[in-house]
């Protein structure tokens, strides 16, 4: 294309938005090394010491450990429960197929304050008709990640799945393998890189979900995430900042990972 | 409107070049096929024409106009697109009008054009309809309206009847030509289909990975192709390897020496002679034609004609129409005869 | 595709597990609060048992809580406005690149803000926009301003941070929109004489339509019901939906209030939602 004055505005406008999405998480990650007590700009200096004040404070230490906890067993139930489903929905044909394909995203769709509020307050109605406390506790955490983390699976496996289509199975068939032959031999090789994804993104969503688990921690019992959220209504300084970076850093690891197994450009 | 000249274009994609120095000139008002195989680069050419492409190096003239820097909504070119692209949002009469909004015509004008258009292309009836409506041959006759609603210097088609069924196809290549004969435009059309390109382009390039092979008539082509390519690419040929001894002699591989017409250089080459003008029989041919023993690989009855596969003795497959009306007979398989061929029917290519 | 009959392993052992968690701890616990927003408020029970459309009466008329709904109307407004205008040209120039490694690379800067968590994402806009933050450190040092600005807290910060939230799903509906017009009908545009910029708004946009409709309904849906934005970025002073359920439900405990509220903003974005599939399905490609 020939350049001209038009196509360069155009590059700079395209690259100041990108500017735009990516300049705070930059800067807080620098923030997190100011040697200043208070944030100031430009910093006098460098350090490390605020991340090991992080780890010192209860609140960040015990959250960051939850919220590790609570996502891989998020995603553990998010993958046991998905998976299935998916094979069920995109293999199978049966009444009401459409329609359970959208309940079982519906989490994705539902506004997460929503949901957080309705959890909550059912939570508390199954306290009340059976004493068993799902509020402040892991477990009712936990559920509600793993719900969070269904639509990702969902869709992700589903995708794998449709790409590919059944005929690579119907094949298998053809040539004399029974269901569970077919599934380990030729489904489950197709879905692996679909599945690996689901893995990853739903420990993405459950680590750094808020809204839900607003609602539903309690005292020891709270995500990084909130924990976050609790020290900023009060406090702005490079401690926080260092908090924030090691789940930028945690985010972008597994971010990474992910990129071998699945083409980010085109899982969305 | 005027001709369309190019001198020495290349479009080179890293080392690759898709059109290697090509140099030709079209007609004003001539009707140009730009024949070849996928990929020799002549969809490049035609995109070069219009200004999609940037070329490596070389220009691009208008007549007098030099246009190689000209960015395409410049050009005044007139394209017609392979599956047309018409636009889905709006109707027919829009479509057409598109190109005249932005020349800044007013919607008197705009209206008079349109009608005029459609008319032309016999599709007045159909102008508030939307393009799913209409079938491929009313798509490609929008299309053409549309390119040349804005009175363009050239007019360019990209593979304009490839979409269309067998038949669709013979009855909008005529019409087209004749469309584009009426308005003594000079166009440019790209094509696979030599049929198409032979039945009514006024000449032909032939394109072969990048580089111009030949530029003539289509009698040009078939009766005088300058290369190897050409030859076989054009109808059907056949091929005998051998060297040019002397002028108009000719040694063929397995030892029988024949004679041709024209001009070519000692040395290894092949002589060529088209199926149509060859016989096969026990022995007995003209004096001084070119003669060659063959056996009998099968034989095939196509009604007006009658199809020999043979092989002669160096190996060589060719192969030999003759008319049903000649009471051409068929002949069992392994038969020995004789090929033969008048000396000025055959020509020789590297 | 199997017919039922012929698979031995039948499609209802897989689906039901799922099934069973969506429905119990997502479909009912909304039920249960659609439920609730039809009750009343009591100090003792914190519940009275009855039916009543009170609440949603009071949502509606009570000059405070119309304020709340009609000015985090106004800011989800403004931020997909401005979302679109932003995304729209990241999202056409995403589509139309022509080097797989950029576009790939263009995505991944797109989407990794938003995988970063509302919680991160505030904070670093507190970072940048703070008394102290990088802006005003910047204006300070270079002698602009003698006295920190406030651009924290107010409802400026507030669109400027959900604009961030928003941007990444913006440009992800309209790019694979993009994506599905063929090129081809750019340049027919074109050598009919209408200059790249022209063709993009005059060829493109028209047809992306319904795409720009889909991506203006998540938007207006995420900014209406944004917790951690508007709670940090705005400040006590900012009022918005998303905190104001929180508040009603977890600190003042009126349930049937802050369901009723909940609710508001479920049929907002359900709403939105069937009208862009809608309008969605009707797309040209």
Redesign the interface.
Known sequence: ??TSA??VL?LV??AA??L??????V??VW?SFFADK?????PSGYTLAWYARAWQLPDFASGFLMSVQVAICATLGSL???V??A???E????PGREP?RQ??L??M??????????????FV?VEIATEVQLTATFPGVM??H??VG?PWT?RLVCASLATTG?IAEEAAQSLGAN?LQTFFYVTLPIIRPGVIAAALFSF?AS?????MS??LVGPGKTT???A??NY??WN?DST??AV?TV??LI??AV?LAS?RFV???KA? | MSGVTLRNLIKAYGELRAVDDVSLEIREGELLALLGPSGCGKTTTLRAIAGFV?PTSGTVHFGERDVT?V?VHKRNVGMVFQGYALFPHLNVAKNVAFGLKVRGWDKQRVRKRVTEMLEWVQLAKLSERRARELSGGQQQRVALARAMAIKPEVLLLDEPFSALDAKLRLQMRTEIRQLQREAGITSVFVTHDQDEAMAIADRIGVINHGRLEQLGSAEDLYKRPVSRFVAGFIGKCNFIEGRVTAPGRFAAAGGVELRFAGQHAAGPAALCFRPEHAAVGPGTAAAGDNRLPVSVKSVTYLGPATEYELISESGENLLVSASSASGAAAAPQGERLVVSWRPEDCFVVD | ????QE???K?????I???L???A??????A??LR?SLDLYDPAQLMQGVFSLDNYVKVFTDPFYTQVLGFTAQIAALSTAICLL??Y??AY?ISRSHS?RL??L????????L??????????????M?S???I???LL?VGIIEEPVKILYTPTAVVIGLV?VL??FAI?TLQ?VIDSIPASLEEAGRSLGY???RTMVAVVMPISLPGIVAAAAICF?LA??A??TP??IGGPSVHMM?PL??QQ??KVAN?PF??AL??V??AV?LVL?VVSTTYLSRRYF
């Open positions: 294309m020939p038009g196509r155009f406008f395209v938005v990108f735009f999405l990516v300049a705070p998480l800067v807080i923030a208070i944030l100031t700009f430009p046991l429960l998905g299935p489903a094979l069920a929905v293999r199978f044909r049966f359970l309940i079982l519906a989490p769709y539902v506004p997460a304050i929503v949901a957080g509020a309705a959890v909550y307050l059912y109605q559920i509600a793993t719900m269904l969902m059944s269901a993405i680590f750094t979900e808020l809204e607003l609602f990084l995430p909130i976050i959220v900023l209504e702005l926080i900042a924030a789940q930028i985010i972008g971010l990129d083409n980010l450009g969305f | 940037q820097a960015p | 595709m199997v017919e039922l698979r031995r392993l499609p209802g052992a897989l689906v597990p799922a099934l968690l969506v429905s701890f997502l479909l009912a616990p909304l249960l609060i609730f932003l995304g040209p990241v120039f797989e576009r790939s263009l995505i991944i800067l797109t989407v990794l803000p995988l970063m968590g509302n919680a991160v994402r505030s904070a670093a806009w507190m970072v940048v703070g102290s933050g990088l005003n450190g910047l040092a961030s941007l990444p992800i694979s200059s790249p910029l849906c209406m019901n917790y951690a709670v940090l998303g359920v929180y439900i977890a349930w802050g369901s909940a609710w903003l479920m974005t939602t």
